[in-house]
């Protein structure tokens, strides 16, 4: 069965369409992400403000696990994982920021012996603080992990105040 000049071209047309929309869904993915593309639009105090909003839900989720803890009904349980899922997806997210915003976009690496060594690897250190304190509130439901998390977050932020 063959397809006439008009089959043919609908056919064509429907795949450029298919192929636009692929493009746009990747450009759309691109464009949200705020990756590495230099944009140069960086509100680094806005990126401090969202993970320190993340440590208070990661907050609320320890508490509401802990509370979740004793109870055994189904429905108890079903909060519980979610209130997980919420938590292990808020430290993520710090993790994510740190390293695919802060590290590779605004830590600029300095050569060992040039001026500004010893402030690079405080930076290095504030920054990695932050992403073990994270994955530690992921291992743990506890109280102090949150704490040491958000200390850590705000001795970052202290790399990203505008004077």
């Not at 450029?16 to 593309?37: T, Y």
Request: with cysteine; glycine share 6%; aromatic share 6%.
């Amino acid at each position: 069965m063959s397809t006439g000049p008009r089959q043919g071209t609908a056919v064509r047309k429907q795949s450029m369409m298919i192929a636009i929309f692929l493009c746009m869904l990747a450009w759309a993915a691109l464009a949200g992400a705020h990756c590495q593309v230099p944009c140069g639009i960086y509100d680094d105090e806005g990126r401090i403000q969202q993970l320190l909003e993340d440590t208070t839900t990661i907050a609320k989720a320890t508490a509401k696990i802990g509370e979740l803890a004793s109870e055994h009904d189904a429905q108890s349980m079903n909060q519980m994982i979610r209130w997980v899922t919420v938590k292990e997806q808020h430290a993520t997210h710090i993790i994510t920021t740190v390293a695919e915003y802060f590290l590779t976009q605004k830590v600029k690496p300095v050569a060992a012996g040039s001026d500004g060594y010893e402030d690079y690897l405080t930076s290095l250190a504030d920054h990695h603080a932050v992403m073990v304190a994270a994955m530690k509130t992921k291992q743990k439901v506890d109280d102090g992990a949150v704490k040491t998390l958000q200390e850590a977050i705000e001795k970052l932020g202290t790399h990203y105040h505008s004077h």
